[in-house]
């Protein structure tokens, strides 16, 4: 199949195919050696959808190169996967503690504001301006997460 066909059957635009490929976390293609187009099997396309469905779970390149390896060993015991995925849920754990912590400060923040002052007297834009930022920095989780980032993505907004 061609790589348009492949990112149909997948749900992913064509250049995250094309993104995965470089990344090496999806093989490379057979090029057509007439026209140079890429040609890929089912294989490619179980792969493109596992590799979709970690990164819909939030996990690194790294993470999924982990899985994958461990993917192609069958008779491999599975404990590093586990483990992965313990660590993963801890990373979890920390962002949902950091979104919440976030959420306290602009609920506080919010209840600064009164709807029916002028501007240069809104609360809200006074507790920016005057108070100290807080002691914590919106960090990564761990490894390359992204803070912030509540759907994993990679390109074109698809995972």
Same mark, same amino acid.
């Given at each position: 199949?061609?790589?348009?066909?492949?990112?149909?059957?997948?749900?992913?635009?064509?250049?995250?195919?094309?993104y995965y490929e470089r990344e090496q976390l999806l093989p490379a293609a057979i090029r057509d050696q007439n026209n140079?187009?890429?040609?890929?099997?089912?294989?490619?396309?179980?792969?493109?959808?596992?590799?979709?469905?970690?990164?819909?779970?939030?996990?690194?390149?790294?993470?999924?190169?982990?899985?994958?390896?461990?993917?192609?060993?069958p008779d491999a015991g599975c404990s590093a996967i586990d483990g992965l995925i313990q660590a993963h849920l801890e990373?979890?754990?920390?962002?949902?503690?950091?979104?919440?912590?976030?959420?306290?400060?602009?609920?506080?923040?919010?209840?600064?504001?009164? +709807? @029916?002052?002028?501007?240069?007297?809104? !609360?809200? =834009? $006074?507790?920016? /301006?005057?108070?100290?930022?807080?002691?914590?920095?919106?960090? +990564? @989780?761990?490894?390359?997460?992204?803070? !912030?980032? =509540? $759907?994993?993505? /990679?390109?074109?907004?698809?995972?």
């Open positions: 199949m061609k790589i348009g066909e492949l990112a149909r059957l997948a749900g992913c635009p064509v250049e995250t195919v094309r140079n187009y890429r040609h890929y099997d089912k294989r490619h396309l179980e792969q493109l959808v596992f590799i979709r469905r970690c990164r819909s779970l939030e996990m690194t390149h790294d993470e999924i190169r982990e899985l994958l390896a461990a993917r192609s060993q990373h979890v754990r920390t962002r949902m503690a950091e979104l919440q912590a976030l959420e306290a400060e602009l609920n506080d923040l919010r209840g600064r504001c009164d +709807a @029916a002052r002028a501007t240069r007297h809104c !609360g809200i =834009l $006074h507790e920016l /301006d005057h108070q100290a930022p807080p002691a914590r920095e919106p960090t +990564a @989780a761990h490894g390359s997460h992204v803070a !912030g980032r =509540l $759907h994993g993505s /990679d390109v074109s907004g698809s995972v």
